[in-house]
């Protein structure tokens, strides 16, 4: 993944952005990840460290490296005493074999060149009887209610974009064929819901976090010719609008896996 190839971007909406998503999906993965006490972990794609810094505090004397492709990042990253950033490719981890107790993705394999490649990768740093995961996006399972048709169009156009990145926003649905090629054994699936609805804590947060991502974008889809300006104000307004209605609501579900070296 280069710059060039990732659609988020990095500047401040976005950081901002990704800081509230990490406060409303961490403690949820963090259970998903049951982190090993004292344990060895790897966090792929790492960003702020603003996960890596939970899972340091989530278990004993538990130490975390985070690789970061993006010096940028790792210069504002969180830091914390049992947190190590080491900036490389996900696809080439500068470990030897077997490092890890426990190696971890999320929301990196829908940016990556080749997702198997990494997989691959984080399987070979881990231990035998350590476990690899994953948690990833399938945008196939996202819905806004009442329905948006301005912003379904715009979102469709902004998966379009990703894939002519070299990103997949659907790779969620492919984890158990990834980490069965990957070599990895004993995979269990499960998925990690979003559901907000006006009046609940989140509502707001989340329907911000995607007005956000389409604004992100906005640049990259109009240079691409793929929506204009206008349509892509209309999007963001039919979600602004939703926001702010006593019967909206948003659903959406990670997709997950976590897996064995034998």
């Known amino acids: 993944m280069s710059a060039d190839s990732y659609i ?11 800081g509230a998503l990490n406060r409303m999906t961490n403690l949820a993965f963090i259970d998903f990840l049951a982190v090993p006490a004292s344990g060895r972990v ?10 890596a810094s939970e899972v340091a505090r989530a278990a004993g004397e538990v130490r975390v490296w985070g690789v970061e492709r ?10 914390h005493p049992r947190v190590t950033y080491v900036r490389g ?44 995961a994953a948690c990833e996006n399938d945008v ?30 659907l ?20 998925v990690q819901p979003e559901v907000h609805w006006y009046g609940s804590p989140s509502f707001a947060p989340w329907m911000k976090n995607i007005i956000t ?12 010719g793929l929506c204009s300006n206008r349509e892509i104000g209309e999007a963001i307004a039919e979600v602004t609008a939703v926001s ?3 019967d909206g609501s948003s659903i959406f579900v990670w997709n997950r896996a976590i897996a064995v070296r034998l």
């Open 8 to 18: 988020h971007g990095t500047d401040p909406a976005e950081q901002d952005r990704l």
């Open 42 to 51: 790897l966090e792929v794609g790492s960003g702020l460290g603003l996960l």
């Open 70 to 79: 993006s010096a940028e990042q790792i210069a504002a990253a969180v830091g």
């Open 89 to 132: 490719d996900a696809h080439h981890l500068d470990f030897p074999d077997a490092t890890f107790d426990l190696a971890y993705a999320r929301y990196v394999l829908e940016h990556v060149a080749d997702p198997l490649q990494v997989l691959r990768e984080m399987r070979r740093v881990t231990r035998p009887g350590g476990r690899v």
């Open 140 to 169: 196939s399972l996202f819905r806004v209610d009442p329905p948006c048709p301005a912003f379904e169009k715009v979102f469709a156009a902004f998966q379009q974009l990703q894939a002519t990145l070299g990103g997949d926003s």
């Open 171 to 190: 790779v969620g649905r492919r984890l158990f064929r990834l980490f069965r090629e990957a070599g990895l054994s004993q995979i269990e699936l499960s």
């Open 213 to 224: 991502i389409v604004e992100g974008a906005r640049e990259g889809l109009v240079k691409a």
């Open 244 to 246: 702010a209605r006593d």
